[in-house]
T-cell receptor, first 109, second 113 residues
Framework: RKEVEQDPGPFNVPEGATVAFNCTYS??????FFWYRQDCRKEPKLLMS???SGNEDGRFTAQLNRASQYISLLIRDSKLSDSATYLC??????????FGTGTQLKVEL | SQTIHQWPATLVQPVGSPLSLECTVE??????LYWYRQAAGRGLQLLFY??????ISSEVPQNLSASRPQDRQFILSSKKLLLSDSGFYLC????????????FGDGTRLSIL
C-alpha cells in the first residue's frame, strides 16, 4: 500500500461547482497533514494545513479523519484559477514529509 | 520573511557532464533543507535532506550527491549525468519542527541530451 494515495483525476468541473478530493495515508502515527497546490511546471505551494478539528480558509475546507486515515479538501464556488494539481502531504518518519502524486483539477467555463 | 533561492531555472546538459545546482535560504537559521526530483507527470521523490551543516541523508541510491557547506546553502551535484537524471529539481526548507510544512524554491528544469 502506498504511504499516501490520491485519485489522480482529472476532475473536470464547471465554474462555480463544489468539488472534493480525498487522500488516504497508511502511517497511523502521522501527526501533521497539508494540502499543497502545484501549477503546471511550477513548484508546489502550501495551500493549507489540516487540523484535527478541521479548518476553513475562504472557499477551501480541509478535514481530517484519523480513524479512517484520510484527509479531504473541499473547494466551493470553483474558479478557473483553481485549476491545478492538489497534493496531499503527510508527515512520515524522521524529518520528512510524504507527498501524494496529486489530484488534477480542471475548472471549465 | 523567509525566502528560498534556487538556480539556474533551466539547464540543458549532455550525458556524462557534471552538475551543480545551488539553493540558498534567507531569513531563518538552522533550517532543514531538502532536494526533490519530479519526473514528468510523476510525484515528488525525496533525494536528500539535511538537518545541519555537513549532515546529509540520502533517500535513494543514485549518481547524485548533496552537500551543505553553510547553514543556509544546499548543493546538489553529480560527476556524470545520465539520461534518467532529467527532471524538475526542487529545493525546499522547513523549520526544524517536523510538524511544520516545507516551502519550495522555484525549481530547476534539467534536460539531459
Amino acid at each position: 500500500r502506498k504511504e499516501v494515495e490520491q485519485d489522480p483525476g482529472p476532475f473536470n468541473v464547471p465554474e462555480g461547482a463544489t468539488v472534493a478530493f480525498n487522500c488516504t495515508y497508511s502511517n497511523s502515527a502521522s501527526q501533521s497533514f497539508f494540502w499543497y497546490r502545484q501549477d503546471c511546471r511550477k513548484e508546489p505551494k502550501l495551500l493549507m494545513s489540516v487540523y484535527s478539528s478541521g479548518n476553513e480558509d475562504g472557499r477551501f475546507t480541509a478535514q481530517l479523519n484519523r480513524a479512517s486515515q484520510y484527509i479531504s479538501l473541499l473547494i466551493r464556488d470553483s474558479k478557473l484559477s483553481d485549476s491545478a494539481t492538489y497534493l496531499c502531504v503527510v508527515t512520515g518518519g524522521g524529518n520528512k514529509l510524504t507527498f501524494g502524486t496529486g489530484t488534477q483539477l480542471k475548472v471549465e467555463l | 520573511s523567509q525566502t528560498i533561492h534556487q538556480w539556474p531555472a533551466t539547464l540543458v546538459q549532455p550525458v556524462g557532464s557534471p552538475l551543480s545546482l545551488e539553493c540558498t535560504v534567507e531569513g531563518t537559521s538552522n533550517p532543514n533543507l531538502y532536494w526533490y526530483r519530479q519526473a514528468a507527470g510523476r510525484g515528488l521523490q525525496l533525494l536528500f535532506y539535511s538537518v545541519g551543516i555537513g549532515q546529509i541523508s540520502s533517500e535513494v541510491p543514485q549518481n547524485l550527491s548533496a552537500s551543505r557547506p553553510q547553514d543556509r546553502q544546499f548543493i546538489l551535484s553529480s560527476k556524470k549525468l545520465l539520461l534518467s537524471d532529467s527532471g524538475f529539481y526542487l529545493c525546499a526548507w522547513s523549520v526544524w519542527d517536523l510538524n511544520q510544512p516545507q516551502h519550495f524554491g522555484d525549481g530547476t528544469r534539467l534536460s539531459i541530451l
